[in-house]
């Protein structure tokens, strides 16, 4: 009889999340921050159809890179929970805390799984609220960790030099023009040097948590003129944003 082949639990470990690591930086990058009014996602995304960043609930959005269809079955979970703890409960018991301990739980169950592979994604779960000091935005890692972020975050692809570009430039109140200027800029940086990339709004997904927002529901895509007067530096583009938020009833 053969003797079985030994690796320590720690070698398993690490192995698992080098796995899931390779996975996640083969993705673009995502990128959060804070601004005067809320928060704001934003996202190198071509497609239309399929979404690195969606609302989970009234003041909560989701963020996520790596395999589209792990990140999405936990976004459905994120809603689901959501929806159910809200309904039994109240509203207001629907934290992005909660929400990220539920999925630090189950992220830390597959990834301590022999059973299946961990999975290759990194989770961001933002949550706008009264005030700026009230914000809370949150990263998950594959293996279940939970990291309490403030004013800014990436995940995906170069995300150690894109956060370091964007925790040198980053200040609290920036406009919304001014805050999705800098995410596009660190996510068009060359990580080697070289001539940094231009991005148009047809290959970026962008989307914001909006405190002054009058609807119960805060979560709102920014897409196409209005998207490119905000690249443009036109602070007028987000007060139509706040003027239109108050005439619409399609959050998403």
Do not use: W
Not at 32 to 41: E, M
Not at 61 to 79: D, H, K, Q
Request: no cysteine.
């Amino acid at each position: 009889m053969s003797t079985p082949f030994y690796v320590s639990p720690q070698q398993a470990m690490a192995d698992r999340a080098e796995y899931a690591r390779k996975g996640i930086a083969r993705g673009r990058s995502v990128v959060v921050l804070t601004y005067a009014d809320g928060i704001v996602f934003v996202a190198e995304n071509t497609s239309r159809a399929l979404h690195k960043v969606s609302e989970i609930y009234d003041k909560i959005a989701f963020a996520a890179v790596g395999r589209y269809n792990e990140f999405e079955n936990l976004r459905i979970g994120g809603v689901r929970y959501a929806d159910l703890r809200g309904y039994s409960y109240d509203r207001a018991d629907v934290t992005a805390r909660g929400l990220a301990n539920v999925y630090a739980q189950t992220l830390g169950t597959i990834f301590s799984s022999v059973g299946e592979k961990p999975y290759e994604v990194e989770l961001i779960v933002a949550e706008v609220g009264r005030s700026p000091e009230d914000d809370q935005i949150y990263r998950l890692t594959p293996d279940g960790s939970v990291v309490d972020e403030q004013n800014t975050v990436v995940v995906g692809g170069n995300a150690d030099s894109i956060g370091s570009y964007l925790g040198q430039r980053h200040r609290v109140g920036m406009s919304l023009a001014e805050a999705l200027k800098l995410a596009v800029e660190s996510l068009a940086r060359d990580p080697n040097g070289g001539t940094p990339r231009t991005l148009t709004p047809e290959q970026l997904e962008v989307a914001v948590l909006d405190r002054v927002r009058p609807q119960q529901r805060k979560f709102k895509r920014v897409l196409g003129a209005q998207l490119g007067r905000l690249l443009a530096g036109e602070e007028s583009a987000a007060e139509e944003s706040a003027e239109g938020a108050a005439e619409s009833t399609d959050e998403d």
